[in-house]
T-cell receptor, first 115, second 109 residues
Framework: ETGVTQTPRHLVMGMTNKKSLKCEQHLGHNAMYWYKQSAKKPLELMFVYNFKEQTENNSVPSRFSPECPNSSHLFLHLHTLQPEDSALYLC??????????????FGPGTRLTVT | EDKVVQSPLSLVVHEGDTVTLNCSYE??????LLWYKQEKKAPTFLFML????IEKKSGRLSSILDKKELSSILNITATQTGDSAIYLC?????????FGAGTRLTVKP
């Protein structure tokens, strides 16, 4: 138990559906992250939020839309996804996102399957 | 292009063996290097290294960074079956975090 929770743990959705992934951290951290982990590929950083402000968007398609209403909650809204978007989506948090690189604590992930 | 390369990709050892995992990087604006252990889903933090030549140690695990060689090693001594996992190396850049593909370690009884 890392103090970062994610729901749902598993999600199957069609390409025309709209769904949201939720992440919550109970560590008092200021920064939150979304990562994508596809089979046989390294973890890819998608979005970074620091003090609720988005500081990074690594060329992620617009069908992924993040939302960070406060420092403890992070959402990833999904719409019109493609089968290649099927992956494990991991949320993480850290004390800050500054250039020194604070260690990140990861949630258990949401296993997403797009049919 | 920034990249992080881990070797070997997979490794099978027996309990009690000592293993050394490697991570090399070619990046701009290096800030720190981190090691994580991923057993089932959530990677768990092991070490963060920012200074060259200073070993960090936690129990049977230790790690060191060599900025001249642009690399880091993770050592595990007296391995146990519970050490079986994927070990991830990540490099923190100014505005990004790049992960290697990981080393899958299997420790047999």
């Amino acid at each position: 138990e890392t103090g970062v929770t994610q729901t749902p743990r598993h999600l199957v959705m069609g390409m025309t559906n709209k769904k949201s992934l939720k992440c919550e951290q109970h560590l008092g951290h200021n920064a939150m992250y979304w990562y994508k982990q596809s089979a046989k590929k390294p973890l890819e950083l998608m979005f970074v939020y620091n003090f609720k402000e988005q500081t990074e968007n690594n060329s992620v398609p617009s069908r992924f839309s993040p939302e960070c209403p406060n420092s403890s909650h992070l959402f990833l809204h999904l719409h019109t996804l493609q089968p290649e978007d099927s992956a494990l989506y991991l949320c993480a948090s850290s004390q800050g996102s500054g250039y020194l690189g604070y260690e990140q604590y990861f949630g258990p992930g949401t296993r997403l399957t797009v049919t | 292009e920034d990249k992080v390369v881990q070797s070997p990709l997979s490794l099978v050892v027996h309990e009690g063996d000592t293993v050394t995992l490697n991570c090399s990087y070619e990046v701009t604006n290096f800030r720190s290097l981190l090691w994580y252990k991923q057993e089932k889903k959530a990677p768990t933090f092991l070490f963060m290294l920012t200074s060259s030549g200073i070993e960090k140690k936690s129990g049977r695990l230790s790690s060191i960074l060599d900025k001249k060689e642009l690399s880091s090693i993770l050592n595990i001594t007296a391995t146990q079956t519970g050490d079986s996992a994927i070990y991830l190396c990540a490099v923190k850049l100014d505005n990004d975090m790049r992960f290697g593909a990981g080393t899958r370690l299997t420790v047999k009884p």
